[in-house]
């Protein structure tokens, strides 16, 4: 059995091991995207990105760029991860609003990270203005990810949060201060941050004041 055969072995380990080998073996575009859209293994397909790195870049950009219009949400995904990790400034101009907004969380989220790491800084600003329309989406991981995405986008951050800051959507809202919490503090704990914001939208902030107070003055008393 070759390599490229290999890759699509029962065996998790047997794929890994294939997907290392052939990294440096030339021609094998087509068959590393192939198998990046629908290996089910994460190291795997981790590694399948690993192994289009190796390949020549005027060979592998092209076709990872038409994996963007995929059918297949897997393919899409790991396209856009592939593209971060090349880190060929160009490839910027095929993340599109559609990709940032994709319907399939995990496409959003590999979208979300490439752009803030292949965005040049003049488009930053811009890229912010998308992001936030996308803040209240999915669950936890979803929210993180967003936020360190615009977290990574640094301070001018803060003006693009202010209209979700008053968003009648209190999943909006939440979402949002949390994020402005994270930009401020990047070491705070995310998941206490999304309780305290919605704590603050709930209570208003001067309460959620009076609230923290009266704690604190009960914990010294005892």
Do not use: Y
């Not at 590694?47 to 760029?65: D, S």
């Not at 986008?153 to 209190?170: K, R």
Request: hydrophobic share 45%.
């Amino acid at each position: 059995m070759t390599a490229v055969e290999t890759l699509a072995a029962g065996n998790s380990s047997a794929r890994l091991r294939a997907a290392m080998t052939v990294g440096s073996e030339p021609g094998l575009v087509d068959a590393l995207l192939e198998r990046c859209a629908v290996e089910p293994d994460f190291f795997v397909r981790d590694m399948l990105t690993w192994a289009l790195t190796r390949q020549p870049v005027e060979l592998t950009v092209p076709k990872v760029l038409a994996e963007l219009q995929s059918e297949t949400t897997q393919a899409r995904s790991q396209a856009l991860h592939t593209l971060s990790k090349l880190g060929v400034p160009s490839t910027w101009a095929a993340i599109t609003p559609e990709l940032l907004r994709d319907p399939d969380d995990e496409v959003a989220r590999t979208a979300w990270r490439a752009a803030v790491v292949l965005a040049p800084f003049e488009m930053h600003e811009w890229l912010a203005g998308v992001l936030v329309t996308q803040l209240g989406r999915g669950d936890r991981t979803v929210q993180l990810s967003l936020s360190r995405a615009l977290v990574g986008l640094g301070e001018l951050v803060g003006p693009a949060l202010e209209p979700a800051l008053a968003s009648v959507d209190p999943r909006v809202r939440s979402h949002a201060r949390a994020t402005d919490l994270l930009l401020r503090d990047p070491d705070a704990a995310f998941a206490a941050d999304v309780e305290a914001a919605k704590r603050v939208d709930a209570l208003g902030p001067e309460k959620e004041a009076a609230a923290e107070a009266a704690k604190k003055a009960a914990e010294t008393a005892c």
